[in-house]
C-alpha cells in the first residue's frame, strides 16, 4: 500500500509545511516582479537579468535533483527525479531559449554572466542539501522550486491577458504537464516524511522554507537587477 494514502490531507507534510507557510507565499505570488509581469508590464531589463539567471539557476537545479536520483533506492523515484532533472535541463531552457531569441541573448552572453548573490545561494543551498541532507530533508528543500511556480503560474494564469508578452512563461508554468509533476514531487516527499521522525521532519520543514525565502529573493534580486555590491 502506498503510505502517503494511508494518512489524511491534514496529515501530508505538504500540507503542514504550505500552512506554515502561506503568508511567504501570498508576499511572493504579488511581489512587484510577479504583479507587473502578471499586467504585461514587466521591464524588458528586468525579465532579461531573471531569464539569464534562471538558465544559470537550472542547471544547478538539474543536479540537485540528479542526487536525489542517487540518493534514491526505489526504481521508480530514480526514474522520476532524473526524469525531473533532464526536463529542467531541456524543456525549461527550451523556453529559456525562445526569449533569449528576443533579446538577442547569445550562450556567450550566459556563459559570461556570474550568478547574483542570490541565485549562488540557491543553487549552493539546493546543492549542499543534496550532499549532507537525507533523501526527505533534500526532497523538501527541492519542492518549493516546483509548487511555487506551478501556483504562481496559475494565479498569473488566471488575470494576463492573452497577448501578454510573456505568454510562454506563463502558459509553461500553468500547464498541465508541469502540474502533474508538480503532484508527483509532492506525492513523493510526504511518502518520505510519513516515516521521518520528529528530528527529520522539523528538518523538512526547515528546508522547505528555506527554500521559499529564496525563491522570494529571486525575483525580487531580478526585480532590483542585483549585482555583487563589490
Known amino acids: 500500500m502506498d503510505p502517503v494514502r494511508t494518512i489524511s490531507d491534514e496529515q501530508r507534510f505538504s500540507a503542514a509545511a504550505w500552512a506554515r507557510n502561506t503568508g511567504l507565499y501570498a508576499t511572493m505570488r504579488d ?52 526524469r525531473a532533472a533532464t526536463d529542467a535541463i531541456v524543456v525549461e531552457r527550451a523556453l529559456h531559449a525562445e526569449y533569449f531569441r528576443l533579446f538577442g541573448i547569445g550562450d556567450d552572453t550566459v556563459a559570461r554572466t556570474p ?40 494565479h498569473i494564469f488566471s488575470q494576463a491577458r492573452k497577448d501578454n508578452p510573456y505568454r510562454a512563461w506563463i502558459d509553461t508554468y500553468a500547464g498541465e504537464d508541469f ?34 525565502q529564496l525563491e522570494w529573493m529571486f525575483w525580487d534580486s531580478a526585480y532590483h537587477l542585483g549585482r555583487w555590491p563589490v
Not at 46 to 59: E, M, N
Not at 62 to 78: N, R, Y
Not at 206 to 212: D, L, P
Open 115 to 154: 550568478m547574483t548573490p542570490v541565485c549562488h545561494h540557491y543553487v549552493s543551498f539546493l546543492l549542499a542539501s543534496g550532499f549532507r541532507e537525507p533523501l526527505p530533508v533534500h526532497l523538501a528543500a527541492l519542492l518549493p522550486c516546483f509548487w511555487v511556480y506551478r501556483e504562481v503560474g496559475r
Open 179 to 212: 502540474a502533474a509533476a508538480v503532484d508527483g514531487m509532492i506525492d513523493t516527499t510526504d511518502a518520505m516524511a510519513v516515516t521521518a521522525g520528529p528530528g527529520a521532519l522539523e528538518a523538512m520543514h526547515s528546508a522547505f522554507t528555506r527554500a521559499m
Open 31 to 82: 511581489i512587484p516582479f510577479n504583479a507587473e509581469l502578471q499586467e504585461g508590464r514587466l521591464e524588458i531589463a528586468r525579465f532579461r537579468h531573471y531569464v539569464v539567471q534562471d538558465a544559470k539557476y537550472l542547471i544547478g537545479f538539474g543536479q540537485a535533483l540528479a542526487l536525489a536520483a542517487a540518493k534514491a533506492d526505489q526504481p521508480v523515484m530514480i526514474e522520476q527525479f532524473s
